[in-house]
């Protein structure tokens, strides 16, 4: 009877014990976090196509700079909308390092996929010279195995000397 009563008394304090461990690590966990990682949009654009769909395009910038002064990094985003439904998208992600005097792009990434499965995202490619980052991707339109249309789709990130993404 004795060993009941521990065993009860035993599994109380397991619990306990598992409920203030749970509330310590969601502390560790939010204190850990970063304040304000999302990206600043600083413009949006579109461009209307000849069967009225259009491309989205957005430029983001980065809250954070990588290394300090001197760099910024940053974002531009194309999606391909058809009756105001989001398809596919491809994203370029750069960083640039700038002196006042000149600038050079560090890195280029690209991101593509697509929102529907009547649409895939093939050839997607990243590249940087001077102050430009591009991704390119080809979006294409299946009806089952049949290709209906293609379209190659390029983004370029550029960023000024003194540090303006554009």
Known sequence: ??????????KKLVGILSVIMMLCLQVVV???APTDTQENIISVER???????????????????????????????????????ALWYVKVTGSFAYTGNSVRCTSAYVDADSYTSFWKNTDCSSSRSGNIATARV????????????????SVSLSCSVDGSLY
């Open 1 to 10: 009877m004795r060993r009941g009563i521990v065993i009860k008394k035993i």
């Open 30 to 32: 939010v204190s850990a």
């Open 47 to 85: 461009e209307y196509l000849e069967n009225v769909d259009y491309i989205e395009t957005v430029l983001a910038e980065s809250p954070i700079a990588l290394y300090g002064n001197g760099t910024k990094s940053g974002s531009k985003t194309s999606t391909y909308y058809s009756n105001r439904t």
């Open 138 to 153: 080809t979006g294409t339109h299946f009806y089952g195995n049949t290709i209906l249309e293609t379209i190659d789709k």
